[in-house]
């Protein structure tokens, strides 16, 4: 059974786009060098903030989600990606994370 990771990152105010493009055009692709799978991404219609992106990723297990994320954190594609999205300044204000497992009657295993 997969575990679902669900973040949501709260941008600094007008700052949604800039965080959009950047999952879109690059975070997304050095994923997948590194065997991260998305399970869908989000932005808010209605709720308690239209600057957040939510997304849920998928991981076999905790272990697989440590040794996948700190290759991922760690890569120098990443790093410079992330600062290069940010010279015109800080992108996100917050993030939460939580680890979900589906019930016995869920959708997705």
């Keep these: 059974m997969s575990i679902y990771e669900l973040r949501v990152y709260r941008c600094l105010p007008g700052r949604l786009p800039a965080l959009v493009k950047r999952f879109g055009e690059t975070t997304t692709k050095i994923w997948e060098k590194h065997g991260i799978k998305q399970a869908g991404f989000f932005t808010t219609l209605v709720g308690e903030s239209n600057q957040d992106l939510t997304y849920l990723l998928e991981w076999d297990s905790l272990a697989d989600r440590e040794k996948k994320w700190n ?13 290069d999205s940010e010279k015109d300044g800080q992108i996100v204000a917050n993030i939460a994370s939580s680890f979900l497992v589906p019930t016995s009657f869920s959708s997705v295993k």
Excluded: G, L, V
Excluded at 71 to 81: G, L, N, V
């Design 71 to 83: 290759a991922f954190q760690s890569d120098p594609e990443w790093i410079k990606e992330r600062a």
